[in-house]
């Protein structure tokens, strides 16, 4: 039997950071992201809020590459690439869903994601307003979750989410094998597995021995 391997980005596959705090930090930006990622992380601030308020301090002066400088010196996990070949050498699949921008997101497809989802941020320079029907959460996880279900033909009984923090906690819910890696209180007691480390290929054999 197949099955779907859903990977969140931010404190994820991204060890301690995430996709705001890498960019930002190529415009020297880290005091106000880090702001911004501690109001979101009390639920002070909503995802359309915090996409709001991290656009407004990117403004126009955000580049392709910045972008891509914060992309390649990102601290991802190491042996996401290896996972996600072996994921696919046993004709399963793997996706990252993330409330991240989709323009850093959609880079993973190159490292052999089947499908990459982030929300849609305005392009980049970012000249444009947020539009609040493109910023995904924490329900929308689960949304696209099913949709990736139909493409391939399986169910949520085939799919294993990994994840790390409060934007996880529905799609844990929902799929009935979940992994845990770095993560805090709001998954910890919901997920089959716990990981805390740098390498997926262990996170990812606690799923494979645990079969």
């Not at 308020?53 to 601290?75: H, I, K, M, N, S």
């Not at 696209?144 to 923090?165: H, K, M, P, Q, W």
């Not at 890696?181 to 998954?187: C, R």
């Amino acid at each position: 039997m197949s099955k779907l391997h859903l990977f969140d980005m931010d404190g994820t596959l991204l060890h301690g950071s995430a996709a705001a705090v890498e960019i930002s930090r190529q415009l020297g930006l880290d005091r106000e992201i880090g702001e911004l990622e501690r109001g979101f992380a009390a639920g002070q601030l909503t995802p359309v809020q915090f996409a709001q308020r991290a656009c407004e301090l990117w403004a126009a002066e955000l580049t392709e590459l910045q972008v891509a400088a914060a992309f390649d010196g990102a601290p991802w996990l190491t042996g996401i690439r290896e996972v996600w070949a072996d994921i696919r050498a046993r004709g399963e699949r793997c996706a990252v869903i993330s409330l991240s921008p989709a323009f850093f997101v959609e880079r993973l497809l190159a490292w052999g994601a089947d499908a990459a989802h982030g929300s849609h941020w305005p392009a980049v320079p970012i000249r444009q307003a947020v539009e609040p029907a493109g910023i995904l959460t924490s329900a929308a996880k689960v949304r696209i979750a099913d949709e990736l279900c139909v493409r391939y033909g399986l169910t949520r009984a085939d799919c294993v989410a990994y994840g790390d923090s409060l934007s996880d906690t529905e799609l844990f819910a929902a799929v009935p094998r979940s992994v845990a890696v770095n993560a805090d209180h709001h998954v910890s007691d919901l997920a089959s597995y716990a990981y805390a480390g740098r390498d997926l290929r262990e996170a990812y054999a606690l799923v494979r021995t645990g079969q």
